[in-house]
């Protein structure tokens, strides 16, 4: 196994071993581990989708204020983070109901909210961002969110355009 894992890391270029190497970084603040957020997380999957969202992040240094030498990491892609069905089932062995209860989860204490829904159908995926709402879930600011139900009506029937045995 290691063998095999060798010969693969020889083939990449040395571009793909830096890229590799640079985004193989990964923060989770201590306050949100010891949050009432967290810990009101009810399933394992929950927890476990979080630190895959966490994971799938992207941290840069960045130079905040002009005149300073001081750096600070600043996520890249938050608003843009994938995570498909697809990609639970085959990559963590998560089936869709437990994705679904688990994403479910995560928004409603404020852990992550999701940006873009998609529908499922050519590709539209759904992209989240990493949200701080959980610094006050249990207070009265807390802002409750659910997932947002998709407007437009898929499938064959008089109401929709989607399909040519529609009658519109």
């Not at 109901?97 to 999701?114: H, Q």
């Not at 829904?117 to 961002?129: E, M, P, Q, R, W």
Request: hydrophobic content about 35%; charged content about 35%.
């Amino acid at each position: 196994m290691n063998n095999q894992l060798s010969n693969i890391d020889s083939l990449k270029t040395r571009e793909q071993r830096f890229i590799e190497k640079k985004w193989n970084k990964m923060f989770v603040s201590r306050s949100m581990i010891h949050s009432k957020a967290y810990f009101s997380l009810r399933t394992a999957t929950a927890c476990r989708v979080i630190m895959l969202f966490l994971g799938k992040c992207r941290w840069e240094k960045a130079q905040i204020k002009r005149m300073r030498h001081e750096k600070e990491w600043i996520m890249t892609n938050n608003g843009e983070i994938q995570f498909t069905y697809k990609e639970a089932l085959e990559k963590y062995n998560i089936t869709d109901g437990k994705f679904t209860r688990a994403i479910d989860e995560v928004i409603r204490v404020g852990l992550i909210d999701i940006t873009k829904t998609g529908c499922g159908l050519h590709k539209d995926i759904t992209l989240y961002a990493i949200s701080d709402r959980w610094e006050k879930f249990g207070t009265d600011e807390f802002i409750v969110k659910k997932r947002p139900k998709r407007k437009e009506q898929f499938g064959f029937t008089n109401k929709n355009k989607h399909g040519r045995n529609c009658k519109s």
